[in-house]
């Protein structure tokens, strides 16, 4: 009924458009249509993973060679936080939590759900555009507004945020225990602040839109797995997000209003405070009730590009459809009962510390369900190895070696000597760094067509995939045994090692060095990237309706957007989306909109 | 500069060069008639190799990190749970390995097998209900398996010390360790933040110390650095000073602040009992070193004093953190000597440690103290050099005659 109600609306949309030419700023600025503002999410987040990376390959510099004075830091930071290029303490430190803070909010949270649940929700679900487009360009003018605060609060006297992407008080509700804490601090805090609004009123439109404006013919069973994880994602999202808010305000309050929610017997710089009876590991639950539902918003729309671009370049259905959509609701539904992983050394009751064990632990099975599903697929297939299927094979490769590893850290006893080791910074690196960033990758080469209208350079993404491939399990594997030695992160300098421990100390010094390298040519790799995304943009190829022979509904728009998606009426679904080289057909792929055959089974 | 200039046109020459590279590769397609979107059979072949070249130097890569790095580190575990705590992560390890190189195995070798071949066409295979509910249960069974080793152990070490161990407490602060063991009656005196003062470093609580709290609160210190209630009262009080309101607002909040404290060092003051002093007074402080017997068990308190730290002994497998406002415990009993394992590590140079394993400001790298495990016999002697509490307060405490005077030289730490 709603799709039909929809239907009615949607030809108002194409009628009164032949009419109207759109102004300039209605167009590329204050756009209301969602392929527009999945394109401006995507820039954003772009310019924002390009800012995070250079800062990581600042600090990487320091820990590979500390102390020694680079060229390449004064000229970034200048004299007043490099001086003499060398890296200040506090700015390492500050460096580490902007880096943090916009790889999994902006350019993983905000940049791909934000890019890919608008571009795709509606064409996948034949829908003219989202729910509200209103709230739509509000969500993503806040999601920039946010991104400016953040960036912004680099250029500040006192430096950004310094406390670490958790921001764990006291620390971060103490200018005095830091200078980060001061103005950084809150600037952070607004950023965020204003950051979660965006998210959650994107998520609440993708909510609405999934389930109201699917065309006629579309049931939730078919569905394409992309949408299926936005769906979930934007749930998870819009559950826990605004626990987020809340630490965030409580926090806001302690800094500003003398609240003691997060604070107790305090002496800070000589000062005694007043605080008492707040406790730290109240902000810890509440954050990590967002942070690890959270990790899960990252991966989940990764998963979700990923199963779409498998099962087409295989030219064979996802194996397992139903058990992938199992998966996605049973790593949401637990991904809210498993934050106490975080603080198993916290001080939090052992008995409590048991169950988290358990919960975490049950949240590998849905996940190792879907990497088999993955394998599954591929076997005898009539794999089609395009840059987007290099990356998402490459997601696959990852989501294993850092799931796996993951186990390790979610049993209690076990995480008590690695927790805040480099074993864990390799762990959500290889998950969120690889796994997360591929399938971000195997999306933009994937649907640039639709997005753009072009093609990207086949051979370009070639060279992109095999040097971020090799670069970044060089920079992440030899972390993991930085970590089992026994490296606590967020350490500025582990030459302090040579005081008690000379070989540990030389063993760190060198896969520091080497992590380092590797880590300086992924970045350069993904200079080939960004050249060949902008250049495709403008002198790219023209593309075709359906370069990869697929299935779903976007391919059935026409290449030049339009407002509405559609030119005449929205299509009509008859099948699921996976019908790739089904016995019997001519083609090896039958669109959703092709009615089934006489005597046809469904699948 | 010039090395600004240097890359900035590094930067521009490549972005010209391949600019003209894919301008030369899109004529030539175009020439071929060949589309962006058709992998051609020769593209696809070269990257299914790559799938299997990379696979074999993933496998590669770890197996020679493994084997050079893999069993370096930490060192054999230097104390009683470390040693189920490592052989429980090897059989952790060995499992996901395993699944590691199966996985990635055929991961990697399915597409370089079924990568397309003209003429051979994909295998419609949408489901198969067994072969899922298998891969369901064995993964469930397999982490039963681990949960339940994993949890024996995790009760194992967080379970209550027994009474024989040793109280000591490790007070953390930006960026230092601090021990107080717990004298003769191994009972760690009584503390209280609002007690901590220049001669009181660890706030503890006694008579003696709740006294001079109060009195530094009143009358501040000897040096005038920190002034007390009255003198700050004086001072806002006479009309001849002439503050900058900045200045004056500050004195205020200071005064009152002060004020609220002492209401409550008094509460403290009529509620106590001397009979707990003595827990206190045989306490021992070293802020040095953290000394410990062989083969005794030892429960550790932790607090904090400013942010959150984490006591992490990475050679005896233990951590847990420090957290303002609240104590956490820890247990665990050293095994091996200083001596033995510096011969069992070959580096003569070679010490335990405890680091701080939780971001805590700008020198948190820095902040960690020295472990020294010794013999029971050695560890006597040298427990038998310190001072308790009660001598080391008492004794710049006693000189002074009047109670007044003893404010004077106290200094403070709290301004
Ligand atoms: C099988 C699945 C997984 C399990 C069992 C697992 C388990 C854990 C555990 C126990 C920790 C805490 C470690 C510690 O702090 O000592 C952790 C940390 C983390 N995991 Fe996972 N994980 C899994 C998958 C993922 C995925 C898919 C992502 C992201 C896409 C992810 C991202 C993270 C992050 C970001 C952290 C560390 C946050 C921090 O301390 O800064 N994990 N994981
Ligand atoms: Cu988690
Ligand atoms: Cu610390």
């Known amino acids: 009924m709603a799709a039909l109600a929809h239907e009615a609306h949607g030809h108002h949309d194409a009628h009164s458009h032949d009419h109207h030419e759109e102004g300039f700023v209605s167009k590329y600025i204050f756009s209301q249509d969602h392929k527009m503002i999945g394109k401006q999410f995507l820039m954003t987040a772009v310019f924002m993973g390009v800012v995070a990376m250079l800062l990581s390959i600042l600090f990487r510099i320091q820990l590979a060679w500390p102390g020694e004075s680079s060229d390449f830091l004064s000229m970034f930071l200048g004299e007043t936080w490099a001086p003499g290029g060398v890296l200040k303490e506090n700015m390492y430190l500050g460096l580490v939590t902007i880096h943090g803070t916009i790889m999994v909010f902006f350019l993983l949270t905000g940049g791909l759900s934000g890019t890919f649940s608008n571009m795709l929700i509606p064409l996948q679900l034949g829908a003219r555009d989202m729910a509200s487009g209103f709230l739509n360009m509000l969500s993503y003018w806040m999601f920039f507004l946010s991104s400016v605060i953040m960036l912004s609060s680099l250029f500040i006297e006192t430096g950004p945020a310094m406390a670490g992407w958790t921001i764990y008080p006291p620390l971060s509700a103490l200018p005095q225990a830091i200078e980060g804490s001061g103005l950084g601090m809150t600037l952070w805090l607004f950023s965020m602040t204003i950051f979660i609004a965006s998210s959650l009123i994107g998520s609440l439109n993708y909510i609405v839109t999934v389930l109201n404006l699917r065309t006629k013919g579309m049931t939730m069973t078919r569905m394409p797995l992309t949408i299926w994880a936005f769906f979930v994602t934007a749930v998870l999202g819009v559950l826990s997000f605004p626990v987020l808010l809340s630490a965030a305000l409580l926090l806001m309050m302690d800094r500003l209003a003398g609240t003691s929610f997060y604070l107790s017997d305090i002496i800070v710089n000589g000062e005694m405070l007043e605080n008492h009876g707040g406790s730290p590991l109240l902000y810890q639950h509440l954050f990590w009730f967002l942070g690890h539902p959270e990790v899960y918003i990252v991966l989940l729309p990764a998963l979700g590009l990923s199963s779409e671009i498998i099962s087409t370049n295989s030219r064979k259905p996802i194996f397992g459809y139903r058990a992938m959509i199992g998966s996605i609701l049973a790593i949401g539904f637990l991904s809210f009962i498993v934050w106490g992983h975080h603080m198993f050394v916290t001080g939090m009751n052992p008995f409590l510390g048991s169950v988290f064990v358990f919960t975490t632990l049950l949240i590998a099975i849905p996940s190792a369900v879907k990497v088999f599903n993955y394998i599954t697929t591929l076997w005898r297939g009539s794999l089609v190895l395009t840059p987007a299927m290099l990356f998402a094979i490459g997601l696959v490769s990852t989501f294993i070696t850092g799931g796996v590893t993951g186990i390790i850290l979610a049993d209690s006893a076990l995480d008590i000597a690695i927790h805040d080791t480099y074993f864990v910074v390799a762990h959500f690196h290889v998950v969120m760094g690889m796994s997360a960033v591929f399938g971000m990758f195997a999306g933009v080469y994937h649907w640039f067509p639709k997005m753009y209208g072009k093609m990207m350079n086949t051979r370009l993404g070639y060279v992109h995939f095999w040097i971020t491939i090799i670069g970044a399990y060089g920079v992440f594997f030899p972390m993991h045994f930085v970590g089992l030695a026994g490296a606590p992160r967020r350490y500025y300098d582990y030459s302090v090692y040579n005081e008690f421990d000379k070989p540990a100390a030389d063993m760190m010094m060198d896969l520091n060095v080497i992590i380092t390298i590797f880590a300086i040519v992924a970045a350069l790799g993904q200079l080939v990237f960004l050249f060949n995304f902008f250049y495709s943009i403008f002198r790219g190829p023209k593309a075709v309706q359906n370069p990869w022979r697929s299935n779903t509904l976007e391919w059935t728009t026409p290449v030049e957007h339009i407002h509405g998606n559609w030119p005449g009426a929205l299509p009509v679904v008859h099948r699921w989306p996976y019908d790739y080289s089904k016995p019997g057909a001519e083609e090896d792929f039958i669109s959703q909109i092709v009615p089934l055959a006489e005597g046809e089974e469904e699948h | ?415």
């Open chain 2, 1 to 415: 500069m010039s090395f600004k200039l240097v890359t900035l046109v590094v930067i521009v020459l490549g972005a010209v060069a391949i600019a003209q590279l894919v301008r030369l590769y899109e004529h030539s397609s175009k020439l071929r008639n060949r589309r962006e979107e058709d992998i051609p059979n020769r593209d696809n072949k070269l990257n299914a190799n790559m799938m299997l070249t990379f696979m074999i130097l993933l496998f590669g890569g770890f197996i020679w990190l493994m084997s050079t790095y893999g069993f370096t580190g930490r060192g054999e575990a230097a104390s009683e749970h470390g040693k189920t705590y490592d052989w429980l992560l090897d059989v952790n390890f060995l499992l996901i390995v395993i699944v590691f190189f199966i996985t990635n195995f055929l991961l990697f070798f399915f597409s370089f097998k079924y990568v397309r071949k003209p003429g051979v066409k994909a295998y419609f295979y949408p489901h198969n209900n067994k072969l899922e509910l298998i891969w369901t249960v064995v993964p469930a069974i397999v982490l039963a398996f681990i949960i339940i080793l994993g949890l024996k152990t995790w009760n194992n070490i967080t379970s209550d010390a027994n009474k024989e161990a040793i109280r000591v407490e490790l007070f953390s602060e930006q960026f230092k360790w601090t021990a107080r063991y717990a004298g003769n009656d191994n009972k760690l005196g009584y503390f209280d933040y609002k007690l901590t003062t220049d001669k009181n470093q660890l706030a503890l609580l006694t008579t003696a110390t709740l006294d001079s709290a109060i009195r530094i609160m009143e009358v501040g210190s000897h040096d005038g650095t920190i002034l007390g209630i009255k003198l700050l009262e004086e001072k806002l009080n006479n009309p001849k000073n002439i503050f900058i309101p900045k200045d004056r607002v500050k004195m205020e909040a200071d005064l009152d602040r002060k004020t609220r404290l002492l209401r409550l060092l008094y509460q403290m003051k009529y509620r106590h009992n001397s009979n707990v002093d003595a827990r206190a007074y045989d306490d021992v402080i070293e802020a040095d070193t953290l000394h410990l017997m062989k083969n005794q068990d030892y429960e550790f308190n932790f607090r904090a004093k400013d942010v959150i730290h984490s006591a992490y002994f990475p050679h005896f497998r233990a951590q847990i953190n420090a957290v303002p406002g609240l104590t956490t415990r820890f247990k665990f009993k050293p095994t091996i000597s200083t001596s033995e394992m510096k011969q069992k590590m070959n580096n003569p140079d070679f010490n335990f440690v405890l680091m701080c394993n939780k971001i805590c400001g700008g020198a948190h790298y820095k902040m960690k103290m020295i472990v020294v495990v010794d013999s029971p016999s050695s560890y006597k002697k040298w427990f038998k050099t310190k001072k308790t509490f009660k001598d080391e307060f008492l004794a710049v405490s006693a000189p002074a005659p009047a109670a007044e005077a003893t404010a004077d030289t106290l200094v403070v730490a709290v301004n």
